[in-house]
């Protein structure tokens, strides 16, 4: 596509078009909403909420996010370095007391911001989609604290420091660090640090088992069938992942995540900056937020699971440059948003 301020609406409907046909219209179900300069260029929803009642799905349901949340649990904890409350320095073992005693007595809050813990995980994410991944029953996940009897299987693998290793476990034990030095509710202290100063009204935390009507059902297919996945994550989200918001709200959120309005622009500064990246280059990481080499300015957001897929990406203005973009695009399958994010966040510039 060339310049990126050259892609049009209807160029860009095109792309969102062919991508969702390529994927299979009746086999999963999303939502995508491109921002461009200011101006909504496509926003579109495909599927249904429900396979029992057939609803189509609109913009305005909630999705799944999976890990694409970790970045409020990552902001959470930021809002906590802001105030004084804890420091990037601040070790797992200053608020673990005797909890979790594999834990080695090194790791900082800034290690498990990165991925740098050397801590191994507790989530095996090159699983099949559709295996049942947690051996606790998943009805009794709703606290941080219910946690533990998880996170005692996590042991160090290596020293802290290293290159970036994905772990879902490590945010796990931020949410728990966060509730513990805080006083407050990990999931209350999201709402009160990053939902509610980004006025992300529609973003929250449910509960599989008792979603809303405007809240769309996740599916794995299992053999010929396909099946909610309520049995195949936390009853509630955790600290790893797995709110519900709608691309409208993550507009929101960019913007008030870069407008200062979540945390002051200097801990915003250090969030956005490249602090880890993979032994082999390709993926960097900040505090909590994906920064891809090769895009310039770019901060994206991205999850998978059993019937979630997820994928938000923000560029800002940059003066003689291109223009802000912000694409968000969910899914109610592990597959369903991936086609449509790469066809649109190639051409904008938001992949690298």
Request: charged share 20%.
């Amino acid at each position: 596509m060339g310049d990126v301020r050259s892609v049009s609406a209807a160029e860009v409907a095109t792309l969102v078009d062919e991508a969702v046909e390529r994927d299979g219209p009746r086999e999963a179900a999303g939502v995508v909403r491109v921002r461009v300069g200011g101006e909504v260029l496509v926003e579109r929803a495909w599927g249904v909420v429900d396979r029992r009642w057939g609803r189509p799905l609109t913009t305005d349901d909630r999705l799944a996010m999976a890990s694409g949340s970790k970045g409020f649990t990552a902001l959470a904890v930021l809002s906590l370095v802001a105030d004084g409350t804890v420091a990037l320095t601040t070790t797992a073992r200053e608020l673990l007391g005797d909890d979790l005693p594999a834990i080695p007595d090194d790791v900082t809050l800034e290690h498990l911001l990165t991925h740098t813990s050397g801590l191994s995980d507790v989530i095996d994410d090159d699983a099949d989609e559709d295996a049942y991944l947690l051996d606790v029953p998943v009805h009794t996940l709703v606290s941080p604290e219910d946690y533990l009897p998880v996170l005692a299987r996590v042991v160090p693998e290596h020293a802290p420091g290293g290159p970036l290793e994905y772990r879902n476990a490590s945010f796990v034990l931020l949410s728990l660090l966060a509730q513990r030095a805080s006083g407050v509710p990990f999931h209350d202290l999201v709402r009160q640090r990053v939902l509610r100063p980004a006025g992300m009204t529609r973003t929250d935390f449910l509960r599989s088992d008792e979603l809303p009507a405007d809240a769309a059902i996740g599916y794995v297919r299992v053999g010929d069938a396909w099946r909610s996945h309520v049995l195949h994550l936390p009853v509630v989200a955790g600290g790893d992942g797995g709110a519900y918001t709608t691309a409208a709200d993550m507009e929101r959120f960019w913007d008030a995540l870069l407008g200062g309005r979540i945390l002051p622009p200097d801990i915003v500064a250090q969030a956005t900056t490249p602090h880890a990246t993979t032994a082999d280059g390709a993926y960097a990481y900040g505090l909590g937020l994906w920064l891809p080499p090769g895009a310039p300015g770019v901060v994206q957001l991205e999850g998978e699971d059993a019937g979630v897929s997820f994928w938000s990406a923000h560029r800002a203005a940059v003066p003689g440059g291109p223009p802000e973009a912000t694409v968000t695009v969910a899914g109610t399958t592990a597959s369903a948003a991936w086609p449509v994010a790469r066809a649109v966040g190639g051409p904008l510039g938001l992949t690298g």
